[in-house]
């Protein structure tokens, strides 16, 4: 009875298409930044695109997840959003220098922007709040199954394309990205049913005052640990410059793409465990933990460099670590606000919390791109890290009911 509770059509369907529409990101993610050394990219350029893309979608989530709230409507705009999502990215495949590849993640995180918080707030609405880490888990999982097959592919393509030019594999891949990208948004469609509520008229800034305080204290804590949560995209980054002086870098960038689907395999394999753990303890308290592990993570990346490392066996337990934050982080982040804000103001409590961890992207990327480039990779993990622990302990306050 209880998994019947759960595991409905709509879970089913959001996980199927939020499953290709990572395989469609995760496949041109993995291997960004060895085609960004392969074209004379700076770190902090891959830092600012990031933020920049990252602060676009969190504006956008505000918004989105207001409207929804104000029309009674939440499946039209996801439909969209994933298109945008699934199509901006393959502009990288005619890049030659950084803009390009800011339009083009632009436009994608347009898309995200748009449509992540009410994917979130409908998939909350389709199941009980005492299973309702289970069922995020269980599309986190899935989720994540797709950030496997994305970087899979790429890097078997990567191995097996002709790599002359060096470019040439990367922009085959990234055209490649539109077959999963494209079905995405037909699955939403066609699978995922809405039930339509009664409109909220309330205006942008009426409604994020009705969010309750302890929402707003949740805010605080997430906000101040994302000030210091860069993009996985430069850990990977790292990982290709540390191996370089071994491995060459066609074959860093290999490596590095490898090291990011383990940290995938274990965000699949940790987050429904995780999820369920979290219907019977304290969420914010477990992902409390998770913001602490995220900063062990950027402490051991600035080790790495300080000691020049570059044998894999501790690269492999920095992602194998990640992958454990990423589940906690996702599958919580997503569970946890729905049991404090109202039905009618759950879009607009969504989009803040979009808004927020959009914002402190924004910082974190381009801080630590920024201190990589003009200091050094230690200092910019270091200072994330200690950023991140901040964030751990205002978390660790209880806020469940």
């Given at each position: 009875?209880?998994?019947r509770?759960?595991?409905?059509?709509?879970?089913?369907?959001?996980?199927a298409?939020?499953?290709?529409?990572?395989?469609?990101?995760?496949?041109?993610?993995?291997?960004?930044?060895?085609?960004?050394?392969?074209?004379?990219?700076?770190?902090?350029?891959?830092?600012?695109?990031?933020?920049?893309?990252?602060a676009?979608?969190?504006?956008?989530?505000?918004?989105?997840?207001?409207?929804?709230?104000?029309?009674?409507?939440?499946?039209?705009?996801?439909?969209?959003?994933?298109?945008?999502?699934?199509?901006?990215?393959?502009?990288?495949?005619?890049?030659?220098?950084?803009?390009?590849?800011?339009?083009?993640?632009?436009?994608?995180?347009?898309?995200?922007?748009?449509?992540?918080?009410?994917?979130?707030?409908?998939?909350?609405?389709?199941?009980?709040?005492?299973?309702?880490?289970?069922?995020?888990?269980?599309?986190?999982?899935?989720?994540?199954?797709?950030?496997i097959?994305?970087?899979?592919?790429?890097?078997?393509?990567?191995?097996?394309?002709?790599?002359?030019?060096?470019?040439?594999?990367?922009?085959?891949?990234?055209?490649?990205?539109?077959?999963?990208?494209?079905?995405?948004?037909?699955?939403?469609?066609?699978?995922?049913?809405?039930?339509?509520?009664?409109?909220?008229?309330?205006?942008?800034?009426?409604?994020?005052?009705?969010?309750?305080?302890q929402?707003?204290r949740?805010?605080?804590?997430?906000?101040?640990?994302?000030?210091?949560?860069?993009?996985?995209?430069?850990?990977?980054?790292?990982?290709?410059?540390?191996?370089?002086?071994?491995?060459?870098?066609?074959?860093?960038?290999?490596?590095?793409?490898?090291?990011?689907?383990?940290?995938?395999?274990?965000?699949?394999?940790?987050a429904?465990?995780?999820?369920?753990?979290?219907?019977?303890?304290?969420?914010t308290?477990?992902?409390?933990?998770?913001?602490?592990?995220s900063?062990?993570?950027?402490?051991?990346?600035?080790?790495?460099?300080?000691?020049?490392?570059?044998?894999?066996?501790?690269?492999?337990?920095?992602?194998?670590?990640?992958?454990?934050?990423?589940?906690?982080?996702?599958?919580?982040?997503?569970?946890?606000?729905?049991?404090?804000?109202?039905?009618?103001t759950?879009?607009?409590?969504?989009?803040?919390?979009?808004?927020?961890?959009?914002?402190?992207?924004?910082?974190?990327?381009?801080?630590?791109?920024?201190?990589?480039?003009?200091?050094?990779?230690a200092?910019?993990?270091?200072?994330?890290?200690?950023?991140?622990?901040?964030?751990?302990?205002?978390?660790a306050?209880?806020?469940?009911?």
């Amino acid at each position: 009875m209880e998994s019947r509770a759960w595991l409905n059509r709509n879970v089913l369907g959001m996980t199927a298409t939020s499953l290709l529409s990572d395989a469609c990101y995760e496949m041109i993610i993995s291997v960004l930044p060895g085609f960004m050394a392969a074209v004379g990219i700076s770190p902090a350029a891959l830092g600012w695109i990031e933020g920049s893309a990252d602060a676009l979608s969190s504006f956008l989530k505000l918004w989105s997840g207001w409207y929804s709230d104000r029309v009674g409507r939440r499946k039209p705009i996801v439909v969209i959003g994933y298109f945008f999502t699934g199509t901006g990215m393959s502009l990288f495949t005619f890049a030659k220098t950084w803009p390009l590849l800011l339009v083009g993640r632009m436009i994608s995180w347009f898309g995200k922007g748009i449509r992540g918080s009410l994917r979130d707030a409908m998939l909350a609405e389709s199941v009980p709040d005492s299973v309702r880490g289970r069922a995020f888990g269980f599309h986190r999982a899935g989720d994540t199954i797709g950030a496997i097959l994305g970087p899979l592919t790429g890097i078997l393509l990567l191995r097996f394309l002709p790599s002359t030019p060096p470019d040439h594999p990367f922009r085959v891949i990234f055209l490649a990205s539109l077959i999963p990208g494209l079905a995405a948004p037909l699955a939403f469609a066609f699978i995922i049913r809405e039930t339509l509520r009664r409109p909220n008229p309330q205006r942008l800034w009426s409604a994020l005052r009705e969010l309750s305080p302890q929402f707003r204290r949740f805010l605080v804590a997430a906000g101040v640990f994302g000030l210091g949560d860069f993009s996985p995209t430069l850990l990977v980054m790292a990982a290709a410059v540390l191996l370089t002086p071994r491995y060459g870098k066609v074959g860093a960038a290999s490596i590095a793409a490898s090291l990011y689907l383990l940290r995938n395999v274990v965000e699949a394999i940790a987050a429904y465990p995780v999820g369920a753990l979290s219907d019977r303890t304290s969420r914010t308290r477990l992902l409390a933990a998770g913001y602490l592990l995220s900063a062990f993570v950027a402490a051991a990346a600035a080790l790495l460099f300080t000691s020049g490392a570059t044998h894999l066996l501790p690269l492999i337990l920095v992602f194998t670590t990640a992958g454990i934050v990423a589940a906690c982080q996702d599958t919580l982040a997503g569970a946890i606000p729905a049991a404090m804000v109202t039905e009618r103001t759950r879009g607009t409590g969504y989009g803040a919390l979009g808004f927020i961890n959009g914002f402190g992207d924004l910082t974190a990327s381009a801080l630590t791109g920024t201190l990589w480039t003009l200091l050094s990779p230690a200092t910019a993990f270091l200072t994330a890290g200690s950023i991140m622990f901040l964030g751990s302990l205002l978390m660790a306050q209880r806020y469940d009911k």
